[in-house]
């Protein structure tokens, strides 16, 4: 099976958006499915200038995160107590040696030392090796979660939440730009397995946080909508035992909050049996016009129901959106 790219546009037909995907100049909402027997699309895609630019983008990325994070404090933001509980375990995992590249690891999904062997211990699970598609998110810590998948004999889905021109932090996959074949919001995909990054989760709740930016939340809700999830699907999570934390206040969570069922690390494995409601959608009225202005294919769907049902979404407060790192435009 060749691998899967979601289209900009939730309309478009599979060989359309093929189309579309290969002219468009931006990176937009994606679903990358793949296989062992995937074969190059477009060998001429220049991955020295594609890592280049990727690199930069990130360090812009995250320099705006970084002033998003501490102006949430100062301001006595309600999510101020994530960004406190994600810079110490970013410090942690900095100053006691743990940290791998790419790095600084604030402001990202962390990588870290034994990501591999975390990911091996996923492998070893039966509900890795029992499942026939397997979501998995396209950081750094999770590569030997990818390579495995890709190694077996089921399919590989690597979903990536991307504003229209921008590319947040080192999460862009060349495999996936380079193998990638677009899907529609209407194909019939079952997906068996989530394995999400994370910066900090706590193993007595499964409580998660991500790196701030909400695009794994936004990727459960498009999963949910499109029949390929329920609330049986496992979310498996690798990290560092350092990444282990007491201290992430299930009443403070928000009701998009995804959080995990089983947590690997190099040295254990953890079934949180977790009692925290998995999201059912997408939660327009939770989602800000800043948030949904970022990110296009969430605006062509939401009129998309609006037309469907006859009815106007609601919309969410507006709020101060991390400034992401803007795209030159050029030909392709």
Known sequence: MPPLLLPASPSLSLHSAAAAVAASSSRRARVAVASRSSSSSSSSLDESAF?????????DARASMATTAAGAQAVADPRAWKWKIRKRVWDVLEAEGVARNPRPVHHRI?????????????????????????????????????????????????????????????CTSVGAAKYGRPIGLDEMIKVDLIVIGSVAVDPSTGARLGKGEGFAELEYGMLRY???????????????????????PVEKLLIHDVPVDIICTPTQVILTNTAIPKPQGIYWEKLSPEKLGQIRILRELKRRIEQETGTILPCGPSENVPPTAQRRRRGR
Do not use: W, Y
């Open 226 to 248: 499109m029949g390929a999830i329920d609330d049986s699907t496992m979310v498996v999570t690798t990290v560092h035992d350092k990444q282990l934390v007491d201290d992430i």
């Open 51 to 59: 890592e280049a630019e990727r690199l930069r983008l990130d360090a």
């Open 110 to 170: 962390p990588n870290f030392d034994g990501a591999a062997a975390a990911a091996d211990s996923l492998g070893r699970l039966d509900v890795f090796q029992n499942a026939q598609c397997v979501k998995v998110n396209p950081d750094s810590p999770q590569k030997q979660v990818r390579f495995l998948t890709l190694s077996g004999f089921f399919s590989f889905l690597q979903s990536q939440m991307i504003p229209t021109g921008c590319i947040p932090e080192a």
